[in-house]
């Protein structure tokens, strides 16, 4: 388990080996921008590393193709919560991330 720490929010996540951020956020009771539903396609997860860049798991293809299919380039600093795993602790900027009741 290790800590992501999503800024401007301040949420503090626990997330599992081999979980995605974003499906501990979910797990957390949190929503994550996301039009596909995790499946690495839209893009709109996409968050910046601040912190902890030693600590992110490896870019699968899917990541990698839909890094440079909607931002033009792939920025190691710029990662897909949907796919993103992490093994130490890691600081990320998404805004949009918000707790499941609000609007
Ligand atoms: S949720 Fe759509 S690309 Fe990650």
């Given amino acids: ?3 992501v720490t999503v ?3 301040g ?18 009771g949190y929503v994550w921008p996301t039009e596909c539903e995790a499946n690495a396609s839209c893009g709109l997860c996409v968050s910046i590393i601040r912190e902890g ?3 992110c798991g490896a870019m699968p293809d899917d990541e990698r193709e839909t890094l ?3 931002m033009g ?12 795993t992490v093994t130490g602790p890691v600081t990320l900027t998404k805004r949009g991330v918000h707790a499941a009741e609000e609007v």
């Fill in 7 to 9: 800024l401007p929010l």
């Fill in 1 to 3: 388990m290790s800590l």
């Fill in 11 to 28: 949420l503090e996540l626990e997330v599992d080996d081999g979980q995605s951020v974003m499906a501990a956020a979910h797990a957390a």
């Fill in 73 to 84: 380039a792939v920025d190691p600093s710029r990662r897909l919560a949907c796919r993103l």
């Fill in 68 to 70: 440079q299919r909607t």
């Fill in 53 to 55: 860049m030693e600590n």
